[in-house]
C-alpha cells in the first residue's frame, strides 16, 4: 500500500472513530434564522454558568482532585436542581475531566460546553509565567494553539460537549507591551493588539476543528467590540460567544450589527445581574429577577423564526451560585463581602454617580448557605431560580410573538419573590436577628508530665510506678496530672444591613498546662513564672477577647479593631515599612497588650485609594498614632510620560515618653513618619522604583557619641532616608534588579515581614546604607529568587545603649555584613502560591517545594543590645505617671561573626484524593540575638529541626524534632540556651472532613511533647523536680484533648 493510501486510510478509520463515539453538533441557517442542531434534533441553549466553589474556599479550589465519592456528591446535589430548573447545558472551562462531562450527559442530559481560556488571564511560554499575555509573540501564539489541539484531542469523543469556546472577554486583556506597538498612537494600539489576538483565535478555532470537525467552535468575546476585524480574522468561527452586562436590555441594534455584519449566531456565554443592592444595602431577589426576566424576553423575541435579527440561539445566566472570594480573592473567605467592585449605570435600580454597584459576590440565582449537608453547602434558590424554571419551558424557536407576550405576561413574580425569600440565606440563617452566635467552642485537656528520669529508674527497679510521676519543682509545686477547660463565644450583632459587630468572650479553668514554654500570661492566674510577678488586680479568668466593628457605606467603610487582626499599608506604597500588620493575636497575649486596638478610614468610590487608621495600639508595642496611606495608579496614555504609580503614607504619634527601663524605643516620646513612594515603566524592559522618607523627627537634637568619639547631635538630615530600584526585563525568563538604600541616623521604621520562604526581609533600622542585587528567574514550575546584600552603618558602633538614652545603636539590622540569600521554589499548580501563610491547608499541587539557603558575614560588632526580661516593674515619670511592664535590660554587643549559614525546605504533596504529607526540615550555624550568653556557651550553634505533618480524610497528625536548638521562645537565644533534643507528636480525628493543619478546632486528639536537657539548657519554666541536674534530664508531657464547636 503507497503512502497516499495509507493516509487516506488512516484519515476514514478515523474519522469513522469519532464519528461512532461522538455527537455530531453544529449550527444552521435557513430563511428563519439560526439554530443549533445535534443530528436532526433541535438545542435550545439554557445554559448555567456553573459555579461549586465552597464557603471558606477560593479560585485554587479544585474540585476534580477530590475523591470521586465526593465529585459525585457535588454533582449530584447541583445538577437534579439544574434539570428541575430547565437547564440543559453547563458551561465550563477545560480543567473538567472528559469522564465527569459523560457522568453528566448520561445521568441528566446537561450538555458541557468546554472552554478554554487560551492564556486569558496569563501563559507560561518556554518556561516562563507571563501574567499578561502577549498575542503578537510568536512562542505565545505556538503554545497557545498547542492548547487548543490538546484540548480538542481531549474531549473530541466525549458524549455531552455541545462545543468549544475559547477566550473570556479576551479583548480585555490587550495589556502587554511592546516596543513596535507602544510607538503608535495610543488610539491605534489597542486596534493593532486586537488583530493579534483574533488571529490567534482563528489559528486555535481551526486547528480544533482539524481534529474534532463534529463539534462548533467559537469565542468568548466582551460584547460586541471589534466585530469587523472578527469578520476579517476569524472565518472557523461557528458561533460568537457574548458576555454582556448591559442591565435590562442589549437593544435590537446589539443582535442587527453582528447579524450585518458577522451573520453568525449569537450565544450569550455570561449574562445576568447580581441580587445585591448597594443604595439599601440588603439582599434584592426583585432586581435580579427584573433584570434577567428583561433580558430573556429579549432573548426570545430575537430568536428563530421572529421575524427581527433571528441570530441567537440562548444563553447562560452568570452564574449558578454566589461565590464568597471574589472580593479580596484569598481573605475574608468565611464572609459574604456586599462591597460593590464596578460601576454599571445599566443596572440602574440602584445605580448613583460614583457608586460601585455591581457585586461580584452576589451574582448566583442561589445563595450559599453555612450549613451544609454531607459536607457541601446548602444552595438556596433566590426568585431568579423559579423565574427561570418557567420562562424556560417555553421554546426558543417554536414558539411565536404571541406565545411570549403571554408567557411573560403570566409569569408570577410574587410568588417567585415569595418562594425565594423564603428560602433565602437571610432568611433561613440570620433571620433577621440583631444578635447571633457564630462561634461557640469549648475545649478540655488532660495533661500529665513525666520527668523522664525519675519514671524510668522505677521502671528499672520495679518501683512504684504510679508514685515516680508525681513531684515537686524547684518552685515547691506539685507536678502532676492536671485537667484544664476553656471556651470561647463568639456573637455577631447587626443592627443595620451595613452596620455590624463581632465580641469574643473567652473563660477557662486555667492556662493550659505546660512547664515547657510561655502560657498566655496576662489571662491566666497560674501562668509560668512571670506572670506571677505581674500585678495581682490584671490577673482573671474570664476576659473580653475581642471585638470588631464595621459600617459599610457608599463613600467609605468604616472597620474598628479590638484585638482583631489587619493588614498594613505593605501593597499599596509603603516601601519603608511605617505600617505594620497586626496578626500576632497569640504573641500580643504573651505579653499583656490587647493589640490592635484601633479604627479604620477605607474609601471608596470618589474616595478610592485613602484609608487611615489610628488608636492607642494599632499593633503590638506601636505608639498612638494615627496613619494615613494615599495609593494610586495613574495611566498617562502618553508616548512620552508612562504610566505611574504614586503612595504616599503619613504617621503622627502622640503620647508622653516613657523611661527607657520600660520602654527604651519610646525614649524620646511621639515623633512623625512620612514617606512618598513612585513606581514606573519607563519602557517595556526597564521599571524604575523610588522612595523618600522622614522619620525619626522626635530625636532631633538629641544627643550621641559618634564612631570617633566625639559628643555630636541629631540633625533634621539624620531622619531622612531614601530608596531606589532599577529593574529589567530584557533577559528572557528573568527580572534583574538592583536596590539602593539610605537610612539616616534616626530614620527607623518597622521590619518587613518575611514572606516567600525567605529568612530574612528588610530590618528598617536605621543608620545604614544598603546595597542589593537580586535576580527573579521563573522557568516552567520553578522560580529562583537569588539577592545579595551589602550593609555598612553610617556611624560604627561605639558602645551605645538604648538604655542610657542613646538615640540610635548599631544593631542586627544595621551592623557591616554581607549576606546572600536564594530561595528554589517548584509548584506546578499555578492557582495556588506556594509560599502562602495558610497554604499548608490550600496548596493544590501533587507535588511542590521550596529550597532556601543563606550566607552571612558579620563583618562589623553591635553596640550594646536591649532585651525585655519577664520581670514587672514600675516607674514614675516626669509627668508623674506611673507605668508598670516588663523591664529591659542591657544585653551586651555582638562581635564580628562569620561563616553564618541556614538551610531550609518545605514540601507539600498531595499524592492521593484526601491524602496530604507536608515535610519541612532546616538547619544551620547561627550566632545569638544579644551579647548576653554566659562565657563558657558557645558564640554560635548549630542546630537542625525536621517536621512531618499528614492529614488524611479525617484524620491529622504531625511530629517535629529539633536537635541542639534554642526553646520556641525568642527571648532563649539572647543567652544561647539550647537543648540536645525537643520534640512533639501530634494524632487527631477530625469531626468534619480536611481539618484544618493550622488550628485544633472540632477534633479529639493525643498530643505529646519533650525535652531533653543539656549542658547549655536551663529549666526556665520550673518542669524538673527541686534539686534536679538539669544536664541530662528528660522531661515529657502527655496531653488528650477535645474540641468541640461551631
Given at each position: 500500500m503507497n503512502?497516499?493510501?495509507?493516509a487516506?486510510?488512516?484519515?476514514i478509520?478515523l ?8 455527537q455530531?453538533?453544529t449550527?444552521k ?5 439560526w439554530?443549533l442542531m445535534?443530528?436532526?434534533?433541535e438545542?435550545?441553549?439554557?445554559g448555567?454558568?456553573w459555579?461549586?466553589t465552597p464557603i ?10 477530590k ?11 447541583d ?7 430547565g437547564v440543559n447545558?453547563?458551561r465550563c472551562?477545560?480543567?473538567?475531566p472528559p469522564k465527569w462531562v459523560?457522568?453528566?450527559?448520561t ?6 460546553i468546554?472552554?478554554?481560556l487560551?492564556?486569558?488571564?496569563g501563559?507560561t511560554v518556554?518556561?516562563?509565567?507571563y501574567a499578561?499575555t502577549?498575542?503578537s509573540?510568536?512562542?505565545t ?5 498547542e492548547?487548543a ?7 473530541r469523543?466525549v458524549?455531552?460537549v455541545?462545543?468549544y ?5 479576551s479583548?480585555?486583556?490587550l ?5 513596535e506597538?507602544e510607538?503608535?498612537?495610543?488610539g ?8 493579534y489576538l ?10 480544533c476543528?482539524?481534529?474534532d470537525p463534529f463539534?462548533p ?5 466582551g460584547d460586541?467590540?471589534?466585530?469587523e ?13 457574548v ?5 435590562f436590555r442589549?437593544?435590537?441594534s446589539?443582535y442587527e450589527?453582528v447579524a450585518e455584519?458577522?451573520?453568525k449566531?449569537i450565544?450569550?456565554?455570561e449574562a ?10 440588603q ?5 435580579q ?8 424576553k429579549?432573548?426570545?423575541q430575537?430568536g428563530?423564526g421572529?421575524g ?6 440562548g ?5 449558578w451560585?454566589?461565590?464568597w472570594w471574589?472580593?479580596?480573592q484569598n481573605k475574608?473567605l468565611e464572609?459574604h463581602?456586599?462591597t ?6 445599566g ?7 460614583g457608586?460601585n454597584?455591581?457585586?461580584?459576590e ?5 445563595a450559599q ?13 433566590r426568585?431568579s431560580y423559579y423565574?427561570?424554571?418557567?420562562i424556560?419551558?417555553?421554546s426558543l ?7 411570549i ?12 419573590l415569595?418562594q425565594?425569600?423564603e428560602?433565602s440565606?437571610?432568611?433561613?440563617i ?16 488532660v495533661t500529665t ?17 504510679k ?7 524547684a ?6 496530672t492536671t485537667v484544664t477547660?476553656e471556651?470561647?463565644?463568639g456573637l455577631t450583632?447587626?443592627?443595620m444591613e451595613?452596620?455590624?459587630?463581632t ?7 486555667d ?9 498566655w500570661?496576662?489571662?491566666?492566674k497560674?501562668?509560668?513564672d512571670y506572670s506571677?510577678t ?6 482573671k479568668y474570664?476576659?473580653?477577647?475581642s471585638?470588631s466593628?464595621?459600617y459599610s457605606?457608599n ?9 482583631v487582626g ?9 516601601i519603608?515599612?511605617?505600617?505594620k500588620e497586626?496578626f500576632d ?10 493589640a ?7 474609601g ?5 485609594g485613602?484609608t487611615?487608621?489610628g488608636g492607642p ?5 506601636a505608639?498612638?498614632?494615627?496613619q494615613a ?5 495613574f495611566?498617562?496614555e ?9 503612595g ?5 504619634e ?9 520602654d ?8 512623625r513618619k512620612?514617606?512618598i ?5 519607563l ?5 524604575l522604583?523610588l522612595?523618600v ?11 550621641y ?9 541629631i540633625?533634621y538630615?539624620?531622619t531622612l ?5 532599577l529593574?529589567?526585563s530584557m533577559?528572557?525568563h528573568?527580572y534583574?534588579y538592583g536596590?539602593?538604600?539610605y537610612?539616616?541616623l534616626?530614620?527607623d521604621?518597622n ?18 546604607f ?5 535576580v527573579?528567574?521563573g522557568?516552567g514550575d520553578?522560580v529562583?529568587k537569588?539577592v ?5 552603618p ?6 551605645r545603649?538604648?538604655?542610657?538614652g ?5 544593631g542586627l539590622?544595621?551592623?557591616?555584613a554581607?549576606e546572600?540569600e536564594?530561595?528554589?521554589t ?7 502560591w506556594f509560599?502562602?501563610?495558610n497554604g499548608?491547608?490550600?496548596e493544590g499541587?501533587?507535588?511542590a517545594f ?8 558579620y563583618a ?11 520581670t514587672?516593674?514600675s516607674?514614675?515619670?516626669?509627668t508623674t ?5 516588663m ?6 554587643a555582638?562581635?564580628e561573626?562569620r561563616n553564618?549559614w ?12 484526601g ?5 519541612t526540615?532546616d538547619?544551620?550555624c547561627l550566632?545569638?540575638?544579644?551579647g548576653a550568653y ?8 548549630k ?14 497528625g504531625?511530629t517535629?524534632?529539633?536537635f541542639?536548638?534554642?526553646?520556641p521562645?525568642?527571648w532563649?537565644r ?18 468534619g472532613d480536611?481539618?484544618?493543619f493550622?488550628?485544633a478546632k472540632?477534633?479529639?486528639?493525643l498530643?505529646?511533647?519533650?525535652r ?6 536551663s529549666?526556665?519554666?520550673n ?6 541536674v ?10 488528650t484533648y477535645?474540641?468541640i464547636?461551631?
Amino acid at each position: 500500500m503507497n503512502k497516499k493510501r495509507f493516509a487516506v486510510f488512516t484519515g476514514i478509520l478515523l474519522f469513522l472513530n469519532i464519528s461512532i463515539f461522538a455527537q455530531f453538533i453544529t449550527v444552521k441557517k435557513d430563511a428563519n434564522g439560526w439554530r443549533l442542531m445535534e443530528d436532526r434534533k433541535e438545542i435550545e441553549v439554557k445554559g448555567i454558568v456553573w459555579s461549586y466553589t465552597p464557603i471558606g474556599e477560593t479560585h485554587t479550589y479544585d474540585l476534580w482532585s477530590k475523591s470521586d465519592e465526593f465529585i459525585e456528591r457535588m454533582i449530584d446535589t447541583d445538577m437534579p436542581m439544574l434539570k428541575a430548573m430547565g437547564v440543559n447545558a453547563i458551561r465550563c472551562f477545560s480543567d473538567i475531566p472528559p469522564k465527569w462531562v459523560e457522568y453528566i450527559y448520561t445521568k441528566y442530559g446537561i450538555y458541557t460546553i468546554v472552554n478554554n481560556l487560551l492564556g486569558r488571564y496569563g501563559v507560561t511560554v518556554n518556561g516562563t509565567w507571563y501574567a499578561n499575555t502577549d498575542y503578537s509573540d510568536l512562542y505565545t501564539r505556538e503554545t497557545l494553539v498547542e492548547m487548543a489541539v490538546e484540548t480538542a484531542e481531549k474531549y473530541r469523543a466525549v458524549n455531552g460537549v455541545l462545543m468549544y469556546m475559547f477566550g473570556n472577554e479576551s479583548n480585555y486583556g490587550l495589556v502587554w507591551s511592546g516596543s513596535e506597538i507602544e510607538n503608535l498612537p495610543v488610539g491605534e494600539q489597542n486596534t493593532v493588539k486586537a488583530g493579534y489576538l483574533y488571529s490567534l483565535l482563528e489559528e486555535a478555532m481551526a486547528a480544533c476543528k482539524d481534529i474534532d470537525p463534529f463539534h462548533p467552535v467559537g469565542i468568548v468575546n466582551g460584547d460586541t467590540q471589534y466585530l469587523e476585524l472578527i469578520k476579517k480574522l476569524c472565518p472557523s468561527l461557528d458561533i460568537l460567544g457574548v458576555n454582556a452586562y448591559r442591565g435590562f436590555r442589549f437593544y435590537d441594534s446589539f443582535y442587527e450589527n453582528v447579524a450585518e455584519v458577522l451573520d453568525k449566531p449569537i450565544m450569550f456565554t455570561e449574562a445576568g445581574a447580581d441580587a445585591y443592592n448597594e443604595i439599601t444595602h440588603q439582599e434584592d431577589q426583585y432586581a435580579q429577577m427584573a433584570y434577567l426576566m428583561s433580558q430573556w424576553k429579549e432573548i426570545y423575541q430575537q430568536g428563530y423564526g421572529k421575524g427581527r435579527s433571528q441570530n441567537v440561539i440562548g444563553g447562560f445566566v452568570f452564574e449558578w451560585m454566589d461565590e464568597w472570594w471574589k472580593h479580596y480573592q484569598n481573605k475574608d473567605l468565611e464572609l459574604h463581602n456586599d462591597t460593590g467592585t464596578w460601576s454599571n449605570s445599566g443596572y440602574e435600580l440602584d445605580y448613583r454617580d460614583g457608586l460601585n454597584n455591581m457585586d461580584e459576590e452576589w451574582f448566583g440565582i442561589c445563595a450559599q448557605s453555612k450549613l451544609t449537608d454531607r459536607g457541601i453547602n446548602k444552595r438556596i434558590p433566590r426568585a431568579s431560580y423559579y423565574l427561570l424554571q418557567d420562562i424556560w419551558k417555553l421554546s426558543l424557536y417554536k414558539s411565536s410573538e404571541s406565545d411570549i407576550n403571554k408567557t411573560f405576561a403570566s409569569l408570577n413574580t410574587s410568588m417567585y419573590l415569595a418562594q425565594g425569600n423564603e428560602k433565602s440565606i437571610k432568611e433561613m440563617i440570620n433571620e433577621n436577628k440583631l444578635v447571633q452566635i457564630d462561634t461557640l467552642d469549648a475545649t478540655v485537656q488532660v495533661t500529665t508530665p513525666m520527668y523522664v528520669n525519675r519514671v524510668w529508674g522505677a521502671i528499672k527497679d520495679n518501683g512504684h510506678l504510679k508514685e515516680s510521676f508525681e513531684y515537686q519543682n524547684a518552685k515547691g509545686e506539685n507536678v502532676k496530672t492536671t485537667v484544664t477547660a476553656e471556651t470561647t463565644l463568639g456573637l455577631t450583632v447587626k443592627p443595620m444591613e451595613n452596620l455590624s459587630g463581632t465580641a469574643v468572650i473567652k473563660a477557662w479553668t486555667d492556662s493550659p498546662y505546660t512547664n515547657l514554654g510561655d502560657r498566655w500570661a496576662s489571662y491566666y492566674k497560674d501562668g509560668p513564672d512571670y506572670s506571677t510577678t505581674q500585678p495581682e488586680a490584671e490577673l482573671k479568668y474570664v476576659d473580653f477577647y475581642s471585638a470588631s466593628l464595621n459600617y459599610s457605606g457608599n463613600l467609605f467603610d468604616i472597620n474598628g479593631y479590638y484585638h482583631v487582626g489587619h493588614a498594613s499599608f505593605e501593597n499599596t506604597g509603603d516601601i519603608f515599612n511605617i505600617s505594620k500588620e497586626a496578626f500576632d493575636i497569640i504573641g500580643y497575649d504573651t505579653y499583656g497588650s490587647k493589640a490592635p486596638i484601633a479604627l479604620e478610614f477605607v474609601g471608596k468610590n470618589l474616595l478610592e485609594g485613602l484609608t487611615v487608621i489610628g488608636g492607642p495600639e494599632i499593633w503590638g508595642s506601636a505608639k498612638p498614632q494615627v496613619q494615613a496611606n494615599y495609593f494610586r495608579w495613574f495611566p498617562t496614555e502618553s508616548l512620552f510620560v508612562p504610566d505611574f504609580t504614586i503612595g504616599l503614607v503619613y504617621a503622627e504619634e502622640f503620647g508622653a515618653k516613657s523611661s527607657p527601663a520600660l520602654d527604651p524605643y519610646n525614649a524620646y516620646g511621639a515623633g512623625r513618619k512620612a514617606s512618598i513612594y513612585a513606581a514606573a515603566v519607563l519602557d517595556p524592559w526597564v521599571t524604575l522604583k523610588l522612595g523618600v522618607l522622614h522619620a525619626g523627627s522626635e530625636k532631633v537634637g538629641a544627643k550621641y557619641i559618634d564612631q570617633n568619639g566625639n559628643t555630636s547631635k541629631i540633625t533634621y538630615l539624620d531622619t531622612l532616608g531614601g530608596y531606589v530600584q532599577l529593574g529589567t526585563s530584557m533577559f528572557q525568563h528573568m527580572y534583574i534588579y538592583g536596590n539602593a538604600i539610605y537610612r539616616g541616623l534616626v530614620a527607623d521604621t518597622n521590619p518587613a515581614e518575611v514572606r516567600g520562604s525567605f529568612f530574612t526581609a528588610d530590618s528598617g533600622a536605621g543608620n545604614r546604607f544598603e546595597a542589593q542585587v537580586g535576580v527573579d528567574v521563573g522557568y516552567g514550575d520553578f522560580v529562583f529568587k537569588p539577592v545579595v546584600r551589602a550593609r555598612v552603618p553610617l556611624q560604627q558602633p561605639k558602645g551605645r545603649d538604648l538604655l542610657t538614652g542613646s538615640p540610635f545603636i548599631v544593631g542586627l539590622g544595621n551592623r557591616q555584613a554581607i549576606e546572600v540569600e536564594a530561595v528554589l521554589t517548584y509548584d506546578p499548580e499555578g492557582a495556588t502560591w506556594f509560599h502562602e501563610w495558610n497554604g499548608d491547608d490550600i496548596e493544590g499541587a501533587k507535588f511542590a517545594f521550596s529550597l532556601t539557603g543563606m550566607y552571612t558575614l558579620y563583618a562589623g560588632k553591635t553596640d550594646n543590645l536591649p532585651f525585655k526580661s519577664n520581670t514587672w516593674t514600675s516607674v514614675t515619670n516626669e509627668t508623674t505617671a506611673k507605668y508598670s511592664n516588663m523591664i529591659w535590660y542591657n544585653g551586651g554587643a555582638l562581635p564580628e561573626q562569620r561563616n553564618l549559614w541556614q538551610v531550609g525546605t518545605r514540601i507539600v504533596t498531595n499524592p492521593l484524593p484526601g491524602l496530604r504529607i507536608i515535610a519541612t526540615a532546616d538547619g544551620g550555624c547561627l550566632g545569638a540575638l544579644t551579647g548576653a550568653y554566659q562565657g563558657d556557651y558557645p558564640e554560635l550553634v548549630k542546630f537542625v529541626n525536621a517536621g512531618l505533618a499528614v492529614r488524611y480524610n479525617h484524620w491529622i497528625g504531625s511530629t517535629k524534632w529539633s536537635f541542639n536548638t534554642w526553646g520556641p521562645e525568642s527571648w532563649w537565644r539572647n543567652f544561647n540556651q539550647t537543648f540536645p533534643l525537643q520534640f512533639s507528636f501530634d494524632i487527631a480525628y477530625g469531626f468534619g472532613d480536611n481539618p484544618s493543619f493550622l488550628d485544633a478546632k472540632n477534633r479529639i486528639g493525643l498530643s505529646i511533647i519533650g525535652r531533653k536537657f543539656g549542658k547549655y539548657s536551663s529549666d526556665a519554666y520550673n518542669a524538673l523536680p527541686n534539686g534536679a541536674v538539669v544536664d541530662g534530664s528528660a522531661y515529657v508531657e502527655i496531653t488528650t484533648y477535645v474540641n468541640i464547636g461551631l
